[in-house]
């Protein structure tokens, strides 16, 4: 059954779009006429590389030294891209300064909305840059940030393209615990740091977390302090510490690039560290340029001038997902705080002071604003607003019904799916197509994206896993300290040799658009960030009495999610109040408020493989309804009997 359409680009949406100029540029320089998306995408698909040139050529991307070619013949994920070719990503966000429009508008629970200039921008990224020149940070070396959402951590993010240092951060609602995991992988030589941030109304100092993470890491040369709570707080109990203010004072001549080759690390993101700390995914300079350009431009159509925003916190990759609309010409607009504080509707207030054209949030954000009822009649004008996207989880049908009832009618609803692993979405909008109840537009220009079955077979309007059959050049370029691949090839090639597996549920529909329905692994996908499972159970094992632990996460059919955590209790002990909430306060405290799961339950045994290993599909799959005999091989269960109390758990619908 077709489900109901909900908008229709009209003439002139399509005519203006971003994509129907590219296409008209293929006609015109390359004779290739499509008339519609489909058969364009299907080009894009089976001409991996004339493609990927189009997209440099189409952009004027800044090669200082020419390729030899496009692509080798190897097979992902030892493809290379451009090979020979120089060219640094920061480069071309800065031939886009202008002084008619701001280059970042930033508000959060502490400061009201305010413009950070192009060349305010340029001059912080240029102090910075001649700071870490004279700490002797060269091409190559590690920089890492503990910080929010604020402009100093996209001034440092572009300070450190500039020379083709490598950046990593984590948001500061992480413990220490969390942060060095990842961080102490990289050995970053310069450490960039908030004494504290604001949220819900409530301040938080984390002096005491930072000093902590700079204990671990010994690489670090010297912590670059933001007065983030602005209350001039004593740095000497951080030994080498220099505030921000003092590196704002780095004289400097003028801002310069560096070329580095194409596939020159340029960030590290990481994996949600389902079966031991976060994997370091490391992605190169000239992928993830091409693919920001592609997808900006065309997947959600942001063009010069217009205001673009997403929440995120510099945790997710979304927030670097964010600079890039810094490529196409627009104003980034960023919000540091929660976005239900003081009231659901601070952040469509803020797109109707703005303005913003591009309004970027998560699934749950959108079902938690259903929920309380909001309407757009609260808050007064949004005409400017001309598309909501939205990621980090399934966006349910009621979500869909939700925006064009309550948001706005002559909107552009672009729910969008991709991941940390290649920081973009595979599956997205597109504005030459209509959006039809509970389903995503697209597969994204360029992403030979499939759904298979459990034999390997492709099926068509059938349930089945993701999987990516060519390659993309925002794959990432390595894990760090993964020289020979094997993380790699374990992460996303086991299941199907060849095929990159990403751990989604996927359907494509009769009109070739996406459903997605959760991930088909264990991750837990909790308000649109992955997270481990090994570091709820790192957390949970620091709690001396209980035994033993297994957590899941499940969507939730009218969206949102439910993540119940199992414990065994030592000694016969019962789980009171207390125990539950000294288990919240370690996840909490250790690594976020989204490890906290949504109940603490105990049960008498937790369920392993034969080899040893924590059965937690199965047990999410009991969860979700299915059969045990569907759910799980009897005879690959060490304890049989441990099953018996997740096939009768009820979950909240």
Known sequence: MTPPVLWTPSDRFKRDSNLAQYMQWLNDSRQLDFKDYDGLWTWSVENTADFWQSIADYFKVIFHTPFRNVMSDDAMPYTRWFEGSTLNYAEHIFRNATDERPAILFQS?????????????????????QFFISRGIKAGDRVAAYVPNIPEATASLLACMSIGAVWSSCSPDFGASGVVDRFQQIAPKILIAVNGYQYNGKVFDRMKEVKAIK??????????LIDNLRNDQDLSEIPGAIPWTKVMDTPYTELAFIPVPFEHPIWILYSSGTTGIPKAITHGHGGVLLE????????????????FFWFTTTGWMMWNYVQAALLVG???????????????SVLWKLAVKAPLHHFGTSAPFIMACKKMNWSANDVGDLSVLRSVSSTGAPLPQEGFDYVYERVKQDLWLCSMSGGTDVCTAFVGGCPLLPVYEGEIQCRALGCALYALDEEGNPIWDEVGEMVISKPMPSMPVSFWNDERYEKYLSGYFEVYPGVWRHGDWVKITPRNGVVILGRSDATLNRQGVRIGTAEVYRAVDTVAEVQDSLIVNIELPRGGDYMPLFVVMKNNLMLTGEIKNTIKKALRTLYSPRHVPDEIIQVKDIPYTISGKKMEMPVKKLLMGRSLEKSVN????????????????????
Do not use: C, M
Not at 111 to 126: K, M
Not at 215 to 224: H, Q, Y
């Open 109 to 129: 629970e502490q400061h009201s909305l305010a413009s950070v200039s192009w060349h305010e921008l340029r001059n912080q990224v240029a102090a910075l840059q």
């Open 215 to 224: 204990e671990k890491l010994p690489s670090v040369d010297k912590t670059i």
């Open 292 to 307: 920001h350009f592609k997808y900006l431009a065309f997947h959600n159509d942001v063009q010069p001038g217009e205001n």
């Open 330 to 344: 627009a104003t980034i607009v960023l919000y540091d705080g929660s976005p239900g504080y003081p009231e659901i």
């Open 634 to 653: 009897p005879a690959a269960v060490k304890n049989p009997g441990s099953l018996e109390f997740f096939k009768t758990f009820t979950i909240p619908r």
